[in-house]
């Protein structure tokens, strides 16, 4: 499955379409991120300890790397609106199936089957979104998509934890089905109905993985983007036992984060449209600059809100990965779309588990940055092993070309 040649603006509304799939990304991504702020509240629902409790988030994640791949294999010949009709709906029973659950097995049952459809809705809309405009604005049009999943991490997220809070945890989770099925009615009447991709198949797309291209940005993606979540899955000890700030700060730095991740996914979307692999190298670079002097801001509220806010701006790594991933997926564009998101969650569970390692080693809690900024330097060696592999093809290319004449 390719990139289809966009379309003329003229001749169609670009914006509404983008907006859909943004829609799409905010939704998912208020289910994924609303379960942290309501944690207390679901466990003592469903009777379970806070640790126990912690498996709705890690089944949603689970459900996501499984299904990145499996869903993307499974629809791969059909169009587009299609695969996006069929995501939007499982996310939709999914969370609809998190509101009733009446027990923590069922919870966790439905948290999975949410998690599902994630990566393979945003990798597919991710395409979509490319599909719609001409090729030197690919970036700027996957970061708009992808804004979804950042306004819902800034506005959405507090929003229904206030909501939880005041009402019941079930509301939260009612907002996601209802935006889910506005989206699937937007989705159903503005995308332009596509013939499936006949010349695309599962075998064809798993064949198209065997070029190593793919799996290097994938490993960019799944270690150097881990350093943000070394810190952020540790932010609360580190406000009140580093920065010695109260609870009541928590809003404000959570905002700070997520007004980083906005700024920088735009950031990101118009660096993917210049030189790419330029851009992937500045942003790891600013990933360890950041990751680094984060210690040295937590002494002030004042730094703490800055240090949030720049960690926040790692996010800018996610669109150019994304075009990279466009860029050398092949015949495998889908599959490698969506695993991207997988290599995501792969970097959540890395940066949390570094974390972890950090505190048990009784390191202060700020350490948790010095250590993270570990992952994107790892980043930058898959980097390099990315960059002699490019050379060696247009080397390759090149000789093959010379033997032609």
């Known amino acids: ?15 509404p379409l983008l907006f ?11 289910s994924e991120f609303v379960i942290m702020g309501l944690l207390p509240q679901v466990s003592d629902a469903m009777h379970v300890s806070l640790a126990e409790g912690s498996r709705f988030i890690s ?15 499974s629809t791969a010949r059909l169009g587009r609106k299609h695969q996006l009709m069929i995501f939007i709906t499982l996310f939709l029973f999914g969370n609809v199936s998190s509101m009733l659950a009446g027990n923590a097995h069922a919870l966790m049952l439905s948290r999975f089957l949410s998690g599902l459809p994630h990566g393979a809705f945003l990798g597919v809309a991710a395409l979509a979104a490319a599909s719609l405009v001409e090729e030197n604005r690919r970036g700027q049009a996957v970061g708009k998509v992808m804004l979804g999943l950042t306004l819902a991490s800034l506005l959405g ?41 006949t010349q695309s198949s599962p075998l064809k797309e798993i064949r198209g993985l065997a070029n190593l291209r793919i799996w290097l940005t994938l490993g960019i993606a799944a270690i150097g ?21 109260s609870t009541l700060w928590l809003p404000v730095v959570l905002f700070m984060f997520g007004l980083g991740m906005v700024l920088g996914n735009l950031a990101g979307g118009r660096l993917a449209d210049g030189k790419i692999m ?5 942003i790891l670079i600013w990933s360890v600059l950041v990751l ?43 599959l490698a779309a969506t695993l991207n998101h997988s290599a995501f969650n792969i970097a959540n569970a ?9 505190v048990q080693q009784g390191y202060p809690m700020t350490q948790t940055a010095s250590y993270g900024a570990i992952l994107p330097l790892l980043g930058m060696v898959i980097f390099i092993f990315a960059l002699l592999k490019e050379a060696a093809d247009r080397k390759n290319s090149a000789i093959s070309s010379t033997d032609l004449i």
């Open 278 to 282: 330029l851009s992937i190298f500045c």
């Open 1 to 15: 499955m390719t990139i289809e040649s966009p379309t003329p603006p003229a001749a169609r509304a670009v914006g």
């Open 350 to 358: 890395l940066g949390a588990f570094l974390g972890a390692w950090v």
């Open 225 to 245: 983007f881990g350093g943000m979540f070394a810190v952020i899955s540790y932010i609360t000890p580190i406000l009140t036992l580093a920065a010695h700030l």
């Open 292 to 334: 680094t002097l984060f210690p040295l801001m937590v002494s002030s509220a004042a730094g703490l809100m800055l240090g949030a806010f720049l960690i926040g701006t790692n996010l800018a790594l996610c669109a150019p990965l994304q075009v990279r991933l466009m860029q050398v997926a092949g015949k495998a564009q889908t």
């Open 20 to 30: 859909a799939l943004a829609l799409g990304a905010f939704a998912i991504g208020l």
């Open 157 to 197: 997220n507090p929003a229904a934890t206030l909501l939880g809070e005041h009402l019941d945890w079930r509301w939260a989770f009612a907002c996601v089905s209802l935006l889910s099925l506005a989206d699937a009615l937007l989705i159903f009447k503005l995308f332009p109905q596509q013939r499936g991709d």
């Open 59 to 73: 089944y949603y994640a689970l459900g996501v790397v499984i299904g990145a791949p499996l869903f993307s294999l």
